[in-house]
């Protein structure tokens, strides 16, 4: 049975500070996915086997090294396995900077411990080389087969890592030092939060910031690159204060998690809820024959079903109910979390909710 849980986020103070390096960051400023396909050798016998594509990597890849192999003869792949390789490139990387990859098997192989990646290039969405990945997996995951198929597997011994396996080969042009002005995006459109930013930006530094939208914020800057990276260091560090944000009720319909914002209000409205209980109790009895019926015993069933339907008891809701009214209420009513989120949609339809009521 899935146990339900209720948050209850805290109570909203009428505005609160922020760092801008908190709430946005500098176009340009991002990470770059890279993707790449190679092979692992060395494994126990967990490898992909027979697969096709597997054996031609394979090939390719000794090729590379002058080794080839004889036409109709296919290599036993058990200690090899093709994979998919991913990383993150991270803004301003430079040549020989190391990152960590994401190994993870793309064929039949049941395990990836203690293999060794082979040289794989890894590619950018532009096609484009990024960086080159090889060295030995550190698999979390292990499992076990027995025989006659019984087998457990721990964690997901079919994707590993490799801590610093690749190394960066070439850098990504940064629009950061090359633009007329810095652009600064907030992570969370928000009208009142892009005009609170770009008026803390002109009171510390004078009037070089413009809002350009709700999450876009054009800021004069010099065209020296140190002067650049003195001045967003400087605008990272500034104290924004905001208000409050929108209220909302999230709904997470898998786990029953109910979070509730400081800024939600419930319009007057009463609310009754009532629990309906079916109880089955079973019974078994024994028949005994007569002393000379000849018969035999027989254990007879007997199923008794009662129903009660607990006692409805309303709450009324005052006009702006804050978040302590309705924890109070739910409390008074005797809902558990998953009733809860009954008596939120109903208040929603109805009209008396007002907060945005996401499920996700």
Same mark, same amino acid.
């Given at each position: ?9 805290l109570?909203?103070? =009428? ?23 190679? /092979? /692992? ?28 192999i ?19 490139? =991270? =803004? ?16 039949q ?32 995951g ?24 690749? &190394?960066?080969e070439?850098?990504?042009? &940064? ?26 930006i002109?009171?510390?530094m ?9 999450a ?13 990276m ?14 409050p944000?929108?209220?909302? /009720? ?17 319009? =007057? ?18 028949s ?73």
């Amino acid at each position: 049975m899935i146990r339900l849980f209720l948050l209850l986020a805290l109570l909203a103070a =009428p505005a609160h500070a922020e760092r801008i390096k908190d709430i946005a960051r500098f176009a340009g400023v991002r990470a770059n996915a890279l993707t790449g396909y190679g /092979v /692992v050798v060395g494994l126990s016998g967990t490898g992909d086997q027979n697969l096709e594509f597997t054996i031609q990597s394979l090939k390719s890849a000794t090729a590379r090294l002058g080794v080839l192999i004889p036409p109709g003869i296919a290599p036993q792949l058990k200690n090899a396995a093709a994979v998919m390789i991913t990383a993150e490139l =991270p =803004p301003f990387a430079k040549p020989g900077q190391r990152l960590d990859v994401t190994v993870s098997a793309l064929g039949q192989a049941k395990s990836l411990r203690g293999g060794t990646l082979l040289l794989a290039p890894m590619q950018g969405a532009d096609g484009e080389v990024y960086a080159l990945a090889q060295g030995n997996l550190a698999v979390g995951g292990f499992g076990a087969e027995g025989k006659d198929g019984s087998k457990i597997v721990v964690g997901t011994p079919s994707s590993g890592r490799i801590p610093g396996g690749a &190394s960066v080969e070439r850098a990504v042009a &940064s629009p950061f030092a090359g633009d007329a002005a810095l652009r600064l995006d907030l992570t969370e459109q928000d009208f009142s939060a892009a005009r609170a930013v770009t008026q803390t930006i002109n009171r510390a530094m004078g009037s070089i910031a413009t809002t350009d939208d709700a999450a876009t914020i054009s800021i004069r800057a010099p065209a020296d690159t140190a002067a650049r990276m003195a001045l967003a260091a400087q605008i990272e560090s500034l104290e924004v204060r905001l208000a409050p944000p929108a209220a909302r /009720v999230i709904v997470n319909a898998r786990t029953g998690t109910v979070v509730i914002g400081g800024e939600v209000r419930i319009l =007057p409205s009463a609310v009754a809820h009532g629990n309906l209980t079916v109880r089955i109790t079973e019974n078994q009895q024994a028949s005994q024959p007569g002393a000379f019926g000849g018969g035999r015993t027989a254990v007879t069933q007997q199923s008794t079903v009662e129903a009660a339907e607990a006692p409805g008891r309303m709450q009324m809701f005052q006009p702006g109910a804050r978040l302590g009214d309705i924890v109070d209420a739910v409390n008074a009513l005797g809902a558990a979390p998953g009733d809860l989120v009954a008596i939120l949609e109903a208040l929603k339809a109805a009209g008396a909710l007002r907060a945005e009521l996401v499920v996700i």
